[in-house]
């Protein structure tokens, strides 16, 4: 079926394109017989607006970008839906790209995005991430742009963040208080910001304690995965067996730990505690259930569009605009891991 254009319904009624457009924008300087014509028309012909036409007279095309490492984990689940909950509110669609932790996708994702001239992008980066380029080529083209969760302090852009040193410094004192000695720490890869500050909030939660940091202690995860979590915790078993706490980089990797543990007949908490970090859905049905740090996913989720609505709309009135920090709160959430 051929597209309905203005063109048709202009030479249908016997009136200019520019009146049935009038018309159909309820402009005041048509006469109701006449927006009633058109609109009866339009409606029977099926007319729909060109979307790509109007694109390019109000120069938006209502669409964002969202490039996340997973979609599957809990935590991104959660924060999309808080991106989609705010655009739809606004009336814009969203994009969303998987990068897989891997920066080459990444890198083509960015691209993707900019060649279908989306209005703005929102992004956690990749764990590969170690060479920002791509996000600086983003910020010389104007594209609005924010980072979430996942960033590099090196992007003067507008950023949705938690102190995860913090958090972390609470999670470890967390153990700390529940009498543990020697506390182990699976952290994520070298190169994410989030993973960084958690290993130093680790670390100083130690040093403020009169507690020795010991460098065996600390395992790197390459993928952050449950079958990580489960192979780190049989290191720490063999290697460590007096280790009495263990911080874990996020949920996922905990739920791994407690598997092997559980399996081994290792008591949880009586032998060692465990705390983990997100919040995740499984955190609460595994046996023993987990302690954790609690992020608002959810809230990230709305406060990252709500940042990239604000600088979208200062492009659009060629305005000034300078990136915003948001920060949310954390709180630790005790159960019986660690009782």
């Not at 058109?38 to 938006?60: C, I």
């Not at 130690?206 to 460098?215: R, T, V």
């Amino acid at each position: 079926m051929r597209e309905i254009t203005l063109k048709q319904i202009a030479e249908t009624i016997g009136i200019s394109i520019t009146t049935v457009s009038k018309a159909l924008k309820n402009y005041p300087d048509v006469s109701p017989k006449t927006r009633k014509a058109v609109l009866d028309l339009a409606q029977s012909l099926g007319y729909t607006p060109n979307s790509f036409a109007v694109n390019l007279r109000t120069k938006e095309s209502k669409i964002i970008g969202l490039i996340i490492p997973e979609v599957v984990h809990h935590f991104f689940s959660n924060v999309i839906n808080g991106i989609i909950d705010e655009a739809e509110k606004n009336g814009y669609l969203v994009i969303i790209l998987q990068s897989n932790e891997s920066l080459e996708l990444e890198k083509k994702q960015v691209e993707l995005l900019m060649n279908k001239r989306v209005d703005g992008i929102i992004m956690s980066l990749s764990n590969e991430s170690n060479d920002d380029e791509h996000i600086r080529d983003i910020l010389r083209k104007e594209v609005p742009f924010v980072m979430f969760d996942k960033i590099s302090k090196l992007i003067p852009c507008s950023k949705v963040i938690i102190n995860d040193q913090k958090a972390a410094f609470n999670a470890v004192e967390h153990l700390i208080s529940k009498g543990c000695k020697k506390i182990a720490h699976i952290r994520g890869p070298i190169n994410p910001q989030n993973a960084i500050d958690r290993f130093l909030g680790y670390k100083k939660a130690l040093e403020k304690n009169s507690i020795p940091f010991d460098p065996k202690l600390v395992y790197t995860c390459k993928n952050v995965t449950f079958e990580e979590g489960r192979e780190f915790a049989q290191q720490i078993g063999t290697q460590h067996p007096d280790v009495d706490g263990i911080f874990v980089i996020t949920d996922l990797v905990a739920v791994g730990v407690l598997d092997y543990f559980n399996e081994m007949r290792i008591q949880v908490p009586e032998q060692v505690k465990i705390i983990g970090f997100s919040n995740w859905f499984m955190s609460q049905v595994i046996t023993p259930k987990l302690s954790t740090v609690s992020q608002p996913s959810f809230e990230m989720g709305k406060e990252s569009f709500k940042l990239l609505l604000e600088e979208m709309h200062a492009k659009k009135e060629a305005l000034p605009f300078k990136p915003k920090i948001v920060e949310l709160d954390t709180q630790i959430i005790p159960r019986q891991s660690t009782l």
